[in-house]
Protein backbone atom coordinates (compact mmCIF):
# COMPACT_ATOMS: atom_id res chain seq x y z
CA UNK A 1 0.00 0.00 0.00
CA UNK A 2 2.88 2.26 0.91
CA UNK A 3 4.70 2.07 -2.34
CA UNK A 4 1.21 2.21 -4.39
CA UNK A 5 0.59 5.61 -3.16
CA UNK A 6 4.00 6.63 -3.45
CA UNK A 7 3.86 5.85 -6.97
CA UNK A 8 0.73 7.35 -7.54
CA UNK A 9 0.79 10.94 -9.32
CA UNK A 10 -2.28 12.47 -7.75
CA UNK A 11 -2.65 15.47 -5.07
CA UNK A 12 -4.38 13.67 -2.03
CA UNK A 13 -6.10 10.62 -0.67
CA UNK A 14 -8.39 10.61 2.60
CA UNK A 15 -9.22 7.53 3.76
CA UNK A 16 -11.67 6.76 6.47
CA UNK A 17 -13.06 3.82 7.82
CA UNK A 18 -16.70 3.83 8.99
CA UNK A 19 -17.20 1.99 12.18
CA UNK A 20 -21.03 1.53 11.93
CA UNK A 21 -20.91 -0.17 8.65
CA UNK A 22 -17.33 -1.42 8.18
CA UNK A 23 -16.69 0.23 5.17
CA UNK A 24 -13.59 1.62 3.73
CA UNK A 25 -14.06 5.54 1.95
CA UNK A 26 -11.36 6.59 0.24
CA UNK A 27 -11.54 9.96 -1.58
CA UNK A 28 -8.74 10.45 -4.46
CA UNK A 29 -7.87 13.86 -5.81
CA UNK A 30 -5.72 13.14 -8.64
CA UNK A 31 -4.92 16.53 -10.40
CA UNK A 32 -7.20 20.32 -9.90
CA UNK A 33 -5.01 22.28 -12.10
CA UNK A 34 -8.28 22.49 -14.24
CA UNK A 35 -10.62 23.12 -11.44
CA UNK A 36 -12.05 21.29 -8.85
CA UNK A 37 -11.81 17.34 -8.35
CA UNK A 38 -14.69 15.89 -9.57
CA UNK A 39 -15.88 12.38 -10.16
CA UNK A 40 -18.49 9.71 -9.47
CA UNK A 41 -18.80 7.38 -6.34
CA UNK A 42 -18.16 4.20 -6.41
CA UNK A 43 -19.76 1.71 -4.69
CA UNK A 44 -18.67 -2.05 -4.14
CA UNK A 45 -17.06 -4.85 -1.81
CA UNK A 46 -13.08 -5.37 -2.95
CA UNK A 47 -10.94 -8.12 -2.04
CA UNK A 48 -9.16 -6.01 0.22
CA UNK A 49 -8.74 -1.92 1.24
CA UNK A 50 -5.70 -2.43 -1.07
CA UNK A 51 -7.48 -3.20 -3.79
CA UNK A 52 -9.87 -0.55 -2.96
CA UNK A 53 -7.27 2.45 -2.82
CA UNK A 54 -6.03 1.05 -6.04
CA UNK A 55 -9.17 1.40 -7.97
CA UNK A 56 -9.89 5.11 -6.53
CA UNK A 57 -6.27 5.87 -7.47
CA UNK A 58 -6.68 5.15 -11.18
CA UNK A 59 -10.15 6.13 -11.31
CA UNK A 60 -9.43 9.25 -10.21
CA UNK A 61 -6.56 9.43 -12.41
CA UNK A 62 -8.81 8.56 -15.17
CA UNK A 63 -10.97 11.57 -14.67
CA UNK A 64 -7.87 13.98 -14.76
CA UNK A 65 -7.50 12.62 -18.49
CA UNK A 66 -11.28 12.96 -18.89
CA UNK A 67 -11.64 16.43 -18.63
CA UNK A 68 -8.33 17.68 -19.38
CA UNK A 69 -8.44 15.97 -22.93
CA UNK A 70 -12.10 17.24 -23.57
CA UNK A 71 -10.79 20.48 -22.34
CA UNK A 72 -13.44 20.89 -20.08
CA UNK A 73 -12.50 23.17 -16.63
CA UNK A 74 -12.60 20.13 -14.15
CA UNK A 75 -10.07 18.25 -11.96
CA UNK A 76 -9.78 14.79 -11.63
CA UNK A 77 -11.17 12.91 -8.72
CA UNK A 78 -13.04 10.19 -7.41
CA UNK A 79 -14.92 7.99 -4.53
CA UNK A 80 -14.92 4.85 -3.80
CA UNK A 81 -16.72 3.09 -0.93
CA UNK A 82 -15.37 -0.40 -0.08
CA UNK A 83 -18.22 -2.39 1.66
CA UNK A 84 -17.76 -5.39 3.33
CA UNK A 85 -18.62 -8.69 2.01
CA UNK A 86 -21.93 -9.23 4.03
CA UNK A 87 -23.11 -5.62 3.91
CA UNK A 88 -26.09 -5.24 5.64
CA UNK A 89 -28.01 -2.90 3.15
CA UNK A 90 -29.95 -1.84 6.43
CA UNK A 91 -27.37 0.58 6.85
CA UNK A 92 -26.75 2.03 3.51
CA UNK A 93 -28.57 5.66 3.87
CA UNK A 94 -26.63 6.18 7.42
CA UNK A 95 -23.46 5.62 5.45
CA UNK A 96 -24.75 7.32 2.50
CA UNK A 97 -25.16 10.42 5.22
CA UNK A 98 -21.99 10.12 6.99
CA UNK A 99 -19.97 9.94 3.27
CA UNK A 100 -22.30 13.34 3.06
CA UNK A 101 -20.50 15.20 5.64
CA UNK A 102 -16.93 14.19 5.10
CA UNK A 103 -17.56 15.45 1.23
CA UNK A 104 -19.38 18.67 3.11
CA UNK A 105 -15.88 18.65 5.28
CA UNK A 106 -13.85 18.89 2.93
CA UNK A 107 -15.23 22.02 1.48
CA UNK A 108 -15.38 21.79 -1.66
CA UNK A 109 -12.09 20.13 -2.70
CA UNK A 110 -14.07 17.31 -4.17
CA UNK A 111 -17.76 16.90 -5.96
CA UNK A 112 -19.14 13.68 -7.02
CA UNK A 113 -21.99 12.06 -8.88
CA UNK A 114 -23.38 8.69 -8.92
CA UNK A 115 -20.91 5.89 -10.63
CA UNK A 116 -20.71 1.71 -10.49
CA UNK A 117 -22.98 0.68 -7.81
CA UNK A 118 -24.70 4.49 -7.29
CA UNK A 119 -27.38 6.17 -8.27
CA UNK A 120 -29.10 9.55 -8.23
CA UNK A 121 -31.51 8.17 -5.12
CA UNK A 122 -28.38 7.65 -3.26
CA UNK A 123 -27.07 10.83 -4.53
CA UNK A 124 -30.48 12.53 -2.83
CA UNK A 125 -29.43 10.34 0.32
CA UNK A 126 -26.11 11.83 0.19
CA UNK A 127 -26.97 15.16 -0.77
CA UNK A 128 -28.68 15.57 2.62
CA UNK A 129 -25.37 16.31 4.49
CA UNK A 130 -23.37 16.30 1.02
CA UNK A 131 -24.82 19.41 -0.32
CA UNK A 132 -24.25 21.89 -2.44
CA UNK A 133 -21.14 19.45 -3.87
CA UNK A 134 -23.55 16.29 -4.68
CA UNK A 135 -24.41 16.20 -8.72
CA UNK A 136 -27.02 13.92 -10.09
CA UNK A 137 -29.31 14.27 -7.73
CA UNK A 138 -33.00 13.04 -8.76
CA UNK A 139 -35.24 15.89 -10.92
CA UNK A 140 -37.94 15.95 -7.91
CA UNK A 141 -34.81 17.19 -5.32
CA UNK A 142 -33.55 19.68 -7.96
CA UNK A 143 -31.08 17.87 -9.84
CA UNK A 144 -30.65 16.84 -13.33
CA UNK A 145 -30.81 12.69 -12.55
CA UNK A 146 -29.09 9.88 -14.76
CA UNK A 147 -26.06 10.99 -15.74
CA UNK A 148 -26.56 7.56 -17.85
CA UNK A 149 -28.42 8.95 -21.45
CA UNK A 150 -25.68 11.74 -21.85
CA UNK A 151 -23.13 9.31 -21.47
CA UNK A 152 -24.35 7.06 -24.09
CA UNK A 153 -24.91 10.06 -26.40
CA UNK A 154 -21.58 10.76 -26.51
CA UNK A 155 -20.17 7.11 -26.81
CA UNK A 156 -23.12 7.96 -29.34
CA UNK A 157 -20.94 10.67 -31.41
CA UNK A 158 -17.63 8.69 -30.68
CA UNK A 159 -18.50 6.05 -32.55
CA UNK A 160 -19.30 8.52 -35.54
CA UNK A 161 -15.86 9.64 -35.32
CA UNK A 162 -14.56 5.81 -35.56
CA UNK A 163 -16.85 5.20 -38.64
CA UNK A 164 -15.29 8.01 -40.65
CA UNK A 165 -12.27 7.40 -39.62
CA UNK A 166 -12.37 3.45 -40.82
CA UNK A 167 -15.01 3.63 -43.55
CA UNK A 168 -14.36 7.96 -44.63
CA UNK A 169 -18.36 7.87 -43.80
CA UNK A 170 -19.65 8.85 -40.31
CA UNK A 171 -23.05 5.86 -41.39
CA UNK A 172 -23.98 3.21 -38.24
CA UNK A 173 -25.86 1.59 -41.77
CA UNK A 174 -25.93 -2.19 -41.34
CA UNK A 175 -22.49 -1.64 -39.10
CA UNK A 176 -22.24 -4.87 -36.21
CA UNK A 177 -21.59 -3.43 -33.00
CA UNK A 178 -21.73 -5.72 -30.08
CA UNK A 179 -22.20 -3.72 -26.90
CA UNK A 180 -20.96 -5.39 -23.67
CA UNK A 181 -23.45 -4.18 -20.72
CA UNK A 182 -26.85 -3.21 -21.17
CA UNK A 183 -27.05 -1.07 -18.38
CA UNK A 184 -27.78 2.86 -17.46
CA UNK A 185 -25.10 3.58 -20.36
CA UNK A 186 -25.03 0.60 -22.56
CA UNK A 187 -28.93 0.39 -22.62
CA UNK A 188 -29.31 3.83 -23.91
CA UNK A 189 -26.57 3.29 -26.33
CA UNK A 190 -28.17 0.50 -27.64
CA UNK A 191 -31.34 2.63 -28.84
CA UNK A 192 -29.31 5.39 -30.33
CA UNK A 193 -27.47 2.79 -32.40
CA UNK A 194 -30.82 1.11 -33.84
CA UNK A 195 -31.90 4.17 -34.52
CA UNK A 196 -29.11 4.67 -36.38
CA UNK A 197 -29.25 1.33 -38.21
CA UNK A 198 -26.94 -0.70 -37.09
CA UNK A 199 -26.80 -4.28 -36.49
CA UNK A 200 -27.00 -4.28 -32.44
CA UNK A 201 -25.74 -7.49 -30.62
CA UNK A 202 -25.38 -7.69 -26.82
CA UNK A 203 -24.24 -9.29 -23.98
CA UNK A 204 -25.39 -9.21 -20.28
CA UNK A 205 -24.73 -11.11 -17.04
CA UNK A 206 -27.87 -10.09 -15.64
CA UNK A 207 -30.88 -12.14 -16.27
CA UNK A 208 -33.79 -9.60 -16.45
CA UNK A 209 -31.27 -7.26 -19.01
CA UNK A 210 -31.31 -10.17 -21.25
CA UNK A 211 -34.27 -10.92 -20.57
CA UNK A 212 -35.45 -7.66 -21.89
CA UNK A 213 -32.78 -7.16 -24.64
CA UNK A 214 -33.45 -10.23 -26.21
CA UNK A 215 -36.73 -11.56 -25.92
CA UNK A 216 -38.84 -7.97 -25.88
CA UNK A 217 -36.11 -6.41 -28.40
CA UNK A 218 -35.65 -8.45 -30.21
CA UNK A 219 -31.90 -8.82 -29.95
CA UNK A 220 -28.83 -11.14 -30.73
CA UNK A 221 -27.66 -12.06 -26.88
CA UNK A 222 -23.66 -12.87 -27.22
CA UNK A 223 -23.13 -15.29 -24.38
CA UNK A 224 -20.30 -13.28 -21.73
CA UNK A 225 -17.66 -16.37 -22.34
CA UNK A 226 -18.20 -15.65 -26.24
CA UNK A 227 -18.10 -11.35 -26.45
CA UNK A 228 -13.88 -11.38 -27.44
CA UNK A 229 -14.55 -14.24 -29.71
CA UNK A 230 -17.78 -12.88 -31.75
CA UNK A 231 -17.00 -11.04 -35.20
CA UNK A 232 -18.10 -7.21 -35.18
CA UNK A 233 -17.22 -3.80 -36.48
CA UNK A 234 -16.88 -2.43 -33.06
CA UNK A 235 -16.78 -3.90 -29.90
CA UNK A 236 -18.31 -1.42 -27.23
CA UNK A 237 -17.74 -1.66 -23.69
CA UNK A 238 -20.24 -0.58 -21.72
CA UNK A 239 -19.66 -2.66 -18.55
CA UNK A 240 -16.77 -2.81 -15.58
CA UNK A 241 -12.54 -1.79 -16.78
CA UNK A 242 -9.89 -4.10 -17.03
CA UNK A 243 -11.58 -6.53 -19.92
CA UNK A 244 -8.69 -5.10 -22.99
CA UNK A 245 -6.16 -7.36 -21.97
CA UNK A 246 -3.19 -9.88 -22.85
CA UNK A 247 -5.76 -12.23 -23.00
CA UNK A 248 -8.85 -10.73 -24.58
CA UNK A 249 -6.87 -8.35 -27.10
CA UNK A 250 -5.09 -11.34 -29.19
CA UNK A 251 -8.84 -12.79 -29.40
CA UNK A 252 -10.78 -9.56 -30.71
CA UNK A 253 -12.61 -9.97 -33.78
CA UNK A 254 -13.17 -6.46 -34.30
CA UNK A 255 -11.85 -3.61 -36.24
CA UNK A 256 -12.32 -1.08 -33.37
CA UNK A 257 -12.83 -1.11 -29.74
CA UNK A 258 -15.37 2.12 -28.98
CA UNK A 259 -17.13 1.91 -25.56
CA UNK A 260 -18.30 3.72 -22.60
CA UNK A 261 -16.92 1.56 -19.38
CA UNK A 262 -13.77 3.59 -17.45
CA UNK A 263 -10.52 2.04 -17.34
CA UNK A 264 -11.13 -0.93 -19.96
CA UNK A 265 -7.44 -1.65 -20.59
CA UNK A 266 -6.01 -3.61 -17.89
CA UNK A 267 -2.38 -1.87 -17.90
CA UNK A 268 -1.32 0.56 -20.53
CA UNK A 269 0.73 -1.67 -22.73
CA UNK A 270 -2.81 -2.47 -23.85
CA UNK A 271 -3.19 0.17 -25.88
CA UNK A 272 0.04 -0.77 -27.78
CA UNK A 273 -1.24 -4.37 -28.03
CA UNK A 274 -4.88 -3.33 -29.69
CA UNK A 275 -2.81 -0.82 -31.94
CA UNK A 276 -0.36 -3.79 -32.71
CA UNK A 277 -3.43 -5.73 -34.10
CA UNK A 278 -5.08 -2.54 -36.06
CA UNK A 279 -7.52 -2.11 -33.80
CA UNK A 280 -8.59 1.12 -33.70
CA UNK A 281 -9.16 2.63 -29.73
CA UNK A 282 -11.12 5.14 -28.84
CA UNK A 283 -9.81 6.00 -25.50
CA UNK A 284 -12.35 5.91 -22.84
CA UNK A 285 -12.10 9.07 -20.96
CA UNK A 286 -11.58 10.35 -24.42
CA UNK A 287 -15.25 9.13 -25.50
CA UNK A 288 -17.11 8.72 -22.40
CA UNK A 289 -17.35 12.19 -20.59
CA UNK A 290 -20.41 12.53 -21.83
CA UNK A 291 -22.56 11.88 -18.47
CA UNK A 292 -20.25 14.18 -16.20
CA UNK A 293 -19.80 17.18 -19.09
CA UNK A 294 -23.89 17.45 -19.35
CA UNK A 295 -24.94 17.37 -15.97
CA UNK A 296 -22.20 19.57 -14.56
CA UNK A 297 -23.28 21.78 -17.16
CA UNK A 298 -26.51 21.91 -16.44
CA UNK A 299 -26.45 21.60 -12.80
CA UNK A 300 -23.91 24.47 -12.92
CA UNK A 301 -22.93 26.65 -15.80
CA UNK A 302 -26.52 27.14 -16.73
CA UNK A 303 -27.11 24.88 -19.74
CA UNK A 304 -30.55 24.09 -21.56
CA UNK A 305 -30.33 19.53 -22.67
CA UNK A 306 -29.70 21.37 -26.05
CA UNK A 307 -26.62 23.07 -25.14
CA UNK A 308 -25.47 19.92 -23.36
CA UNK A 309 -26.23 17.93 -26.49
CA UNK A 310 -24.27 20.04 -28.66
CA UNK A 311 -21.07 19.94 -26.08
CA UNK A 312 -21.38 16.26 -25.39
CA UNK A 313 -21.17 16.00 -28.96
CA UNK A 314 -18.05 17.76 -29.46
CA UNK A 315 -16.59 13.84 -28.63
CA UNK A 316 -16.54 13.42 -32.23
CA UNK A 317 -14.49 16.16 -33.12
CA UNK A 318 -12.01 15.28 -30.01
CA UNK A 319 -11.58 11.68 -31.11
CA UNK A 320 -10.78 12.68 -34.89
CA UNK A 321 -8.02 15.03 -33.19
CA UNK A 322 -6.64 11.85 -31.23
CA UNK A 323 -6.83 9.49 -34.17
CA UNK A 324 -5.33 12.16 -36.70
CA UNK A 325 -2.39 12.91 -33.91
CA UNK A 326 -1.97 8.99 -33.50
CA UNK A 327 -1.87 8.40 -37.67
CA UNK A 328 0.65 11.42 -38.02
CA UNK A 329 2.65 10.89 -34.91
CA UNK A 330 2.96 6.71 -35.38
CA UNK A 331 1.84 6.54 -31.80
CA UNK A 332 -0.80 4.56 -30.25
CA UNK A 333 -4.40 6.87 -29.69
CA UNK A 334 -4.36 6.11 -26.29
CA UNK A 335 -0.57 7.47 -26.21
CA UNK A 336 -2.27 10.25 -28.65
CA UNK A 337 -4.73 11.36 -26.33
CA UNK A 338 -2.56 11.40 -23.07
CA UNK A 339 -0.12 13.32 -24.94
CA UNK A 340 -2.62 16.17 -25.83
CA UNK A 341 -3.78 15.62 -22.71
CA UNK A 342 -0.36 16.19 -20.16
CA UNK A 343 -0.01 19.50 -22.27
CA UNK A 344 -3.03 20.56 -20.34
CA UNK A 345 -2.66 19.23 -16.47
CA UNK A 346 1.62 19.19 -16.21
CA UNK A 347 2.11 22.00 -19.09
CA UNK A 348 4.54 20.47 -20.79
CA UNK A 349 4.90 18.27 -24.12
CA UNK A 350 3.57 15.13 -22.72
CA UNK A 351 6.41 14.41 -20.55
CA UNK A 352 5.17 14.05 -16.96
N1 LIG B 1 -19.52 8.25 -13.31
C1 LIG B 1 -19.24 9.54 -13.87
C2 LIG B 1 -17.97 9.43 -14.69
O1 LIG B 1 -17.19 8.50 -14.56
C3 LIG B 1 -19.03 10.49 -12.75
C4 LIG B 1 -19.82 11.76 -12.73
C5 LIG B 1 -21.14 11.83 -13.06
C6 LIG B 1 -19.20 12.90 -12.34
C7 LIG B 1 -21.80 13.00 -13.04
C8 LIG B 1 -19.86 14.09 -12.31
C9 LIG B 1 -21.17 14.15 -12.65
O2 LIG B 1 -17.71 10.27 -15.53
Redesign the pocket.
Known amino acids: MEELLKQWDGEEVIIRYDKPSGAWIIIAIHNTRLGTA???TRMKSYSDLKAAVQDALK?AE??SF?YAVANFPRGGGKAVIHVPNDFDEQKRPELLKRYGSLVCQLGGLF?????VGTSPDDMDIIAETGDPYI??RTPAKGGAGD?GPA?AFGVYNGILAVCEHLFDQASLEKKRILVQGGGSVGGHLIDLLIEAGATVMFSDIDDQTVRLLRDKKGLTFIHPDKIFDTPCDIFAPCALGGILNKNSIPRLKCLAVAGGA?NQLAESADAERLWGRQILYAPDYAI??G??MA??GIETMGWSKQKADKNVSSVRQTLTQIFETAKAEGINTDAAARRIARKRLFGNHGEK
Open positions: TGGLGMKETGPDFCSTNNIGAII
